[in-house]
């Protein structure tokens, strides 16, 4: 008997955004999985860790996190090897993903490789597009919006597009973008609908409207959302 | 001393899916608003059910649930009222919210009017386009796509524009439109890459190819995802 993956979302920074269901699955896992940066803390794992109580076998998959670069299948490959070596033995594994698992999460790319051996559950988190929101006063979406979530890495034109065509846009993975999407929503002329959150539900959180965010760079955590009826529920 | 109304996502359906925030605040508010039909049952109300143990005062908002009817302002002043009310008299107030209270959520009605007057807090929860990824097996978005939240009822040229521009979407709201929507998608050759997913994480869950979908209405908790490379995360 196979043990299960489970992919579970801990949800964007503040331990108590964990589901019930997460932290069933959680706190019974023998062995645990997280994403970490190639030297130090892994945020998945530190998001858990007040959870984590029953001294796991616990596998680190330490992976580049700059926004730009896409993953180095090497190391999922190994990952995959190693986690297929416990639910071979009919040990459960619980792999933390940071926010939703499937919502631009990395746990795609351990999905691929072990569901066609081995059953994968994806147990949904809180995504930072929700938590952002719920940081930034107002909804994100309403009626008959059409929402876009746009990343920030973009060129310019596919941002611009994309802000044209929606009522309602997430930018995500600002970073050294700040400069670039301040342009086009500038240009389109929705700079003052823009509210900035950083790090939202994180201790740190700040929200306030783009036009009092200095500067071309951002941090990872934050992202802009963008109204076209500027308070969207008027 | 003003209580504070909180604004909790109670998830897609599975009460698991709650959070312990969320849990937390719902079952030490001295008061519970949720939103429900004319008559019968109140689905927010349903999912938190197990979890409200505590007899608190219920406040019902009761609105008509079609989907393209948009909300009678009398309903939600007169609740305004009412929870204004006790939090005047310094009572917290937990509004229960179906999935996430921002992402195409009735509270921001409640939020509009309770917000100039006192103290609100949005607790964000699983919202049904999380749900749906994980339950129809494969991501909602990765790396740098555009993703876009579709709503159904929006004109057929609408909709046609926005999947030409996603790489990602997810329709939501399909209901009666389901026939428009497959119109749609096969005429942008993306009918072979939709996943239909019904009732996400609820006991009559339900996901198969939207080409095994027969007729042209589909239940109010049903939605579609669609990727342009298919599989995610190739």
Redesign the interface.
Known sequence: MSGTLYGI?V??G????????A??ILQSAPVIAWPAPPEGESLARSIAAPHITHDPVEIAIRMPLEITQ?PNRNVYDQAAVEIGKHLSAGQDVAALCEG??????SF??L??RV?PNHPVV??????S???T???S???????????????A??PEA?IS??LQ??DSAAII?VGRHLGKVRNVLETLALFDNARYVEHA?MPQESMRPLSDVAGDTAPYFSMILVHKRG????
């Open positions: 979302g949800g964007p503040d331990p108590e955004l964990i589901t019930l269901k932290l069933r896409f939703d698992p499937f919502f631009y999460g795609m790319y999905y691929e569901a994806v147990v949904p988190g809180i995504s597009l929700m938590a929101a719920a940081a006063g107002g909804p994100l979406s309403s009626r008959n919006d059409l929402l876009s979530v746009v990343p890495p973009l596919a597009a994309a065509q929606a993975k539900t308070e969207a529920w008027r």
